[in-house]
């Protein structure tokens, strides 16, 4: 027999009666279901300089969740790096591979197409534009 206690049947409940209630408080709470969250920035968030993301290169924008990429005909293009699974920032990208270290989901960084589930849902593209030489991504971009 192991040293840990069984939780009572009271106990079980309680947490399972938090738990939702607990998710409320969270931006990014979902399912499997096929909706994508509230991953996307809410307001406009500078990337840095335009030349970071040269023709032809993708680049993760850890810090505010956001990959683009840049296509050889100039056009930028961007999408959310919070898995649409549940809800784990992407901190990996291989070429053009994001990969979410919490259950394996692979997603295309150019195009935010799953291509490794458990993830079925792809990324949400983010509106992205160049102001002043600055990437800027989000709403208004
Ligand atoms: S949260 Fe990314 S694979 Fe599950």
Redesign the pocket.
């Known amino acids: 027999m192991s040293g840990r206690p069984i939780p009572s049947r009271r106990t079980v409940l309680r947490g399972a009666a938090v738990a939702p209630v607990a998710c409320l408080g969270l931006t990014a709470c979902s399912t499997d279901s096929g909706r994508a969250t509230s991953a996307a920035p809410t307001v406009p968030v500078e990337l840095g300089s335009a030349g970071e993301v040269p023709k032809g290169a993708t680049k993760l924008f850890t810090g505010e969740r956001i990959v683009v990429t840049h296509a050889d005909d100039g056009t930028y293009k961007a999408f959310s790096t919070v898995?649409t699974?549940?809800?784990?920032p992407?901190n990996t990208l291989e070429g053009t591979e994001l990969i979410?270290s919490?259950?394996?989901?692979k997603f295309d960084a150019t195009t935010g197409q799953v291509l490794h589930d458990?993830?079925t849902v792809p990324l949400p593209e983010v509106p992205v534009t160049v102001k002043g030489g600055k990437l800027v991504a989000g709403p208004e971009a």
Not at 102 to 105: D, E, I, R, T
């Open positions: 898995c699974h549940a809800q784990c992407i979410c919490c259950h394996g989901s458990p993830a």
